[in-house]
């Protein structure tokens, strides 16, 4: 069994808000998932006098407050900001914590948009496109003397993003952006999976057809689109819908529909997820 975690300090009556993370928090062991699930993200304007006002003010944690003040007034770490909250609550396992400040460590040694860079893949990888397509585009408009090579591998990201968001043309659009500035193949090969997704068979015969790279690069396309739809065939979601089609056939409307209303709502939640903003 998991040890028993106890709980310290007081349920907020308001949240703070974690800006780098978009998230708010009621209780100090919130804050203390939310530092170790989100360490790539935070950085020094996360500890700052607002977050220790609220700890002591919101947590009824005066002691943890104070001591937090008079690290920062010596302008101490902030992998030993926190450091110190996770130890005082100790909500987190000891390698967790250590985990935790070696990669602030790590950040707090990055340059800007090395920073960025780190956040935005953390980001894409976790699924909180909106906010990583911000950190992209920062990227892609602010560094000076970009690389070809990061530009492109910027540019596959953002195209990965939109081909989940289902936005297939313009996924495509940056995946052609990718391979001409990045000259990786599998930009290409990506690039070609979304035309065909948003291409009817025979517009994306035809589209092929007129390319020799294009025409050879399809065959890679059709194996892994062929692997694809025979690992989607052995998968819970296929059999989920397989449950629901026999539920039809046999009748049992009452079944049906909850099933059908029960895979809806997880698809909603599962897109607003990724979705928090209007994506343009």
Same mark, same amino acid.
Not at 48 to 68: H, N, Q, Y
Not at 178 to 203: I, P, T, W
């Given at each position: 069994?998991?040890?028993? #975690?106890?709980? %310290?300090?007081?349920?907020?009556?308001?949240?703070?808000? %974690?800006?780098? #993370?978009?998230?708010?928090?009621?209780? #100090? $062991?919130?804050?203390?998932?939310? &530092?170790?699930?989100?360490?790539?993200? %935070?950085?020094?304007?996360?500890?700052?006098?607002?977050?220790? *006002?609220? %700890?002591?003010?919101?947590?009824?944690?005066?002691?943890?407050? *104070? $001591?937090?003040?008079?690290?920062?007034?010596?302008?101490?770490?902030?992998?030993?900001?926190?450091?110190? @909250?996770?130890?005082?609550?100790?909500?987190?396992?000891? !390698?967790?914590?250590?985990?935790?400040?070696? &990669?602030?460590?790590?950040?707090?040694?990055?340059? +800007?948009?090395?920073?960025?860079?780190?956040?935005?893949?953390?980001?894409?990888?976790?699924?909180?496109?909106?906010?990583?397509?911000?950190?992209?585009?920062?990227?892609?408009?602010?560094?000076?003397? #970009?690389? /070809?090579?990061?530009?492109?591998?910027?540019?596959?990201?953002?195209? =990965?993003?939109?081909?989940?968001?289902?936005?297939?043309? /313009?996924?495509?659009?940056?995946?052609?952006?990718?391979?001409?500035?990045?000259?990786?193949?599998?930009?290409?090969?990506?690039?070609?999976?979304?035309?065909?997704?948003?291409?009817?068979?025979?517009?994306?015969?035809?589209? @092929?057809?007129?390319?020799?790279?294009?025409?050879?690069?399809?065959?890679?396309?059709?194996?892994?689109? !062929?692997?694809?739809?025979?690992?989607?065939?052995?998968?819970?979601?296929?059999?989920?819908?397989?449950? +629901?089609?026999?539920?039809?056939?046999?009748?049992?409307?009452?079944?049906?529909?909850?099933? =059908?209303?029960? &895979?809806?709502?997880?698809?909603?939640?599962?897109?607003?997820? &990724?979705?928090?903003? !209007? =994506?343009?």
């Amino acid at each position: 069994m998991s040890r028993p #975690i106890l709980c %310290i300090g007081s349920y907020a009556k308001e949240p703070y808000h %974690i800006e780098k #993370i978009g998230r708010n928090v009621y209780c #100090i $062991e919130e804050l203390c998932y939310c &530092i170790v699930k989100n360490a790539f993200l %935070i950085d020094e304007e996360t500890f700052e006098e607002s977050l220790f *006002d609220w %700890i002591e003010k919101e947590c009824s944690l005066t002691r943890l407050a *104070d $001591e937090l003040r008079n690290m920062a007034a010596k302008r101490c770490s902030m992998a030993s900001l926190a450091g110190t @909250i996770l130890d005082y609550v100790g909500y987190n396992t000891r !390698k967790e914590v250590d985990r935790t400040e070696e &990669i602030l460590r790590a950040n707090a040694g990055m340059d +800007v948009y090395r920073k960025k860079l780190a956040r935005a893949d953390f980001l894409m990888k976790n699924g909180r496109f909106s906010m990583a397509f911000r950190e992209y585009e920062f990227l892609l408009n602010n560094t000076p003397e #970009i690389d /070809k090579k990061l530009r492109g591998r910027i540019e596959h990201n953002e195209g =990965v993003m939109y081909a989940k968001l289902f936005l297939f043309d /313009k996924a495509a659009m940056m995946f052609q952006k990718a391979y001409e500035d990045g000259g990786e193949r599998e930009s290409y090969l990506q690039y070609l999976s979304a035309v065909r997704m948003n291409l009817s068979n025979k517009e994306y015969v035809s589209f @092929i057809a007129d390319s020799d790279e294009a025409y050879e690069a399809s065959m890679d396309v059709e194996s892994r689109m !062929k692997e694809a739809e025979e690992l989607y065939a052995s998968s819970e979601d296929n059999l989920m819908l397989r449950t +629901v089609a026999v539920y039809k056939a046999e009748g049992k409307m009452h079944e049906y529909y909850d099933k =059908v209303g029960e &895979i809806a709502d997880g698809m909603k939640r599962d897109y607003r997820d &990724i979705v928090k903003d !209007k =994506v343009k």
